[in-house]
């Protein structure tokens, strides 16, 4: 299984350009766990401000942005200033938090309407396959209405971020989508 850089550092063109990449999901969706499945070691670990839950991290031009959407929405006007350029966006769901299928599908509905993340392929990784309870990606993207969005690429993965199962296949996607933004 290759890292996340690895696969990024093939796709490519020119070696100072930034991939910039949005980690989005719930508090407690997986998404430190998924960043650890992708990050290869060289990978150095930049915290901003406490306030924020965003992990930054950087690595020979490639700039992934980790937020964690928790209760604090009396933050959220400030995360649009991360929303800028963005190539791709990564949602992370806790497949087995069924109770939170509604506000999680809510947080996604509003990012895809942020103007300044506008035609940004989306993958959503529905995490947690490895549970029992987990509902499967067809379930989930039909709960999230995931049909309707018209304005961009988009594809649901199932996966495990403990096990790695299925992370490698939505990266591959990644690969392929991360020029595919509508300029």
């Not at 299984?1 to 696969?7: A, F, N, T």
């Not at 949005?22 to 990050?39: E, I």
């Not at 930049?46 to 928790?70: A, E, Y």
């Amino acid at each position: 299984c290759q890292g996340l850089l690895s696969i990024l550092r093939k796709l490519k063109s020119t070696p100072d350009q930034e991939v910039r990449i949005l980690l989005l999901g719930l508090d407690n969706a997986g998404k430190t766990t998924l960043l650890k499945q992708l990050a290869s070691e060289d990978i150095s670990h930049i915290t901003p401000t406490q306030g924020f839950n965003i992990k930054s991290v950087q690595s020979q031009g490639f700039k992934l942005n980790v937020w964690d959407i928790g209760g604090q929405r009396k933050i959220r006007p400030y995360w649009r200033n991360y929303f800028e350029n963005t190539d791709i966006l990564i949602y992370v769901i806790d497949s087995a938090d069924r109770k939170r299928f509604e506000e999680t599908g809510q947080e996604l509905a509003e990012l895809l309407d942020e103007e300044k993340l506008s035609g940004v392929p989306v993958l959503i990784f529905a995490n947690k396959q490895d549970l029992l309870t987990a509902a499967p990606a067809s379930e989930i993207a039909e709960g999230l209405n995931l049909h309707t969005i018209r304005d961009r690429v988009w594809q649901i993965q199932s996966c495990s971020a403990l096990s790695g199962e299925g992370v490698q296949d939505g990266m591959n996607w990644v690969c392929k989508n991360v020029n595919a933004k509508k300029k």
